[in-house]
């Protein structure tokens, strides 16, 4: 079992930055790629960015040039810098993670952080 928590959504203008925190709990050392999703009201989830344990990054058309997805391994931490924001990027910011242990293969999810940019 992985056990995920969300921090930093907020309130943001059009335009500012934000950083989003994701820490990790539990068997940790299961995780493989690690990402963040979201959801905006009437829509279904989908991928901002995700990131491999060997730390490769990939993003989103409408994240790219303007996010970046970070990894602390160390600290079990997962980051999402967001700059330029939008507010067609407003939603619940989810962060996922995808477990291989034994050749089993899970997805857990964490609870979710609102992020709300006013225009």
């Known amino acids: 079992q992985v056990q995920l928590v969300e921090s930093g959504g907020g309130l943001v203008q059009a335009g500012d930055s934000l950083r989003l925190s994701c820490l990790a709990s539990?068997?940790?050392?299961?995780?493989?790629?690690m990402g963040w999703y979201r959801q905006a009201p009437g829509k279904e989830r989908e991928l901002v960015a995700q990131?491999?344990?060997?730390?490769?990054?990939t993003y989103a058309e409408f994240a790219k040039g303007r996010s970046t997805i970070s990894r602390d391994i160390a600290e079990d931490m997962l980051y999402l810098q967001m700059d330029s924001l939008k507010p067609e990027d407003a939603g619940i910011y989810y962060c996922?993670?995808?477990?291989?242990?034994?050749?089993?293969?899970?997805?857990?999810w964490g609870q979710g952080t609102q992020v709300t940019v006013s225009s």
């Open positions: 996922g993670a995808h477990t291989i242990v034994a050749g089993k293969e899970n997805d857990y």
């Open positions: 539990g068997l940790t050392f299961s995780i493989k790629t």
């Open positions: 990131i491999t344990s060997t730390g490769t990054p």
